[in-house]
């Protein structure tokens, strides 16, 4: 690998920039090109951080400076940007959610293990300090098993005409782009998916799930109460509940967390665990690690997971019938 990993952008939004501004605060990352659906985003994005503007996709897998490939193309175009990066060689590094659907995703997998190229999803969540301190509090016993976890997440897009959350045909809805944060951290949590499931949703006039709950029941006996949604009540923190007390995680905004909170019958301790910028950077940080040290897929955002949750999402999806053009 080369000393510096130069990554190459699919997309120039929102998520796009976060990265890219906490990318130029991991050493030996740079932000080397990108292209867009539109060049007048590109251009811009090429001037805000210096990257090098591609006119097309293929002009950018074409590039051999290009070390590694983060796309964060809306939902509907993951799949098709992933397995022409993967095509062209490249490792790659995907926002959630990776696929619209499990079929695609094991599409990928497979590709990715033939080729021999890293792949990875952006789970950004996963690598924070404060999450990875949890994981270790998890796997010391520190509240007991664990038997109940409680999360959500919510936001309220504009409800526009061409607002892609609310179309169908983009990958819209609040499972994906909301609910599979709640969804992998319970995952990540109780170790695997899970056996039973009993939800309920919301369905917008455009075919999109709007807003939904669930109830999944674990290996164990394990429980995870779920909600996400456009609009309705965000929760202000995640807690996970055993039999010798609780852990909460309160939040920064969005699905940030810079502390932890265990209560046990001997006290409460609160432990800092300090954000570097906006928290985006620390996945870049594993992706050059796994990159150098010649791994195809991180431990801590394993594929065979990815897959897992993929197919929780399918099976929601076949509860409430919601059905993506093409599938």
């Known amino acids: 690998m080369p000393k510096t990993l130069r990554w190459g952008f699919v997309a120039a939004g929102r998520m796009a920039?976060?990265?890219?501004?906490?990318?130029?605060?991991?050493?030996?990352?740079?932000?080397?090109?990108?292209?867009?659906?539109?060049?007048?985003?590109?251009?811009a994005f090429g001037r805000e951080f210096g990257a090098h503007v591609s006119h097309s996709l293929e002009d950018l897998l074409a590039d051999d400076a290009v070390d590694l490939v983060y796309v964060s193309s809306p939902n509907y175009l993951h799949f098709p940007h992933v397995k022409l990066a993967l095509e062209a060689g490249k490792p790659v590094v995907c926002e959630k959610p990776f696929s619209l659907n499990a079929r695609q995703l094991a599409e990928l997998i497979a590709l990715a293990r033939t080729r021999r190229l890293f792949l990875m999803e952006a789970m950004w969540v996963r690598f924070q300090p404060a999450v990875v301190r949890l994981r270790?509090?998890?796997?010391?016993?520190?509240?007991?098993?664990?038997?109940?976890?409680?999360?959500?997440?919510?936001?309220?897009?504009?409800?526009?005409?061409?607002?892609?959350?609310?179309?169908?045909?983009m990958g819209g809805g609040a499972l994906l782009d909301l609910g599979i944060y709640p969804i992998s951290f319970a995952s990540m949590a109780f170790g695997g998916p899970p056996q039973r499931i009993a939800s309920s949703v919301a369905l917008a006039e455009t075919g999109v799930d709007e807003r939904f709950g669930a109830l999944f029941e674990y290996a164990g006996g394990g429980r995870a109460a779920l909600s996400a949604g456009f609009g309705g009540y965000f929760e202000d923190e995640v807690v996970l509940q055993g039999a010798a007390g609780q852990i909460r995680l309160p939040r920064l905004g969005g699905w940030k967390f810079d502390r932890l909170i265990i209560e046990t019958r001997s006290g409460m301790e609160e432990l800092q665990e300090p954000l570097q910028s906006g928290g985006y950077g620390y996945q870049a940080v594993e992706a050059a690690r796994c990159l150098q040290e010649g791994r195809l897929e991180s431990s801590v955002m394993p594929l065979d997971e990815s897959l897992a949750i993929m197919r929780t999402l399918d099976d929601l999806r076949t509860q409430w019938g919601v059905v993506f053009p093409g599938e």
């Not at 991991?26 to 251009?43: F, L």
């Not at 796997?139 to 976890?149: F, H, P, T, V």
């Open 136 to 169: 270790s509090l998890l796997a010391q016993g520190r509240i007991g098993k664990l038997a109940w976890l409680q999360a959500s997440f919510h936001s309220s897009p504009p409800r526009v005409p061409g607002n892609r959350f609310y179309d169908l045909g």
């Open 17 to 43: 920039r976060a990265m890219a501004s906490d990318l130029a605060e991991v050493p030996g990352c740079q932000v080397h090109s990108v292209t867009s659906r539109t060049r007048q985003s590109a251009e």
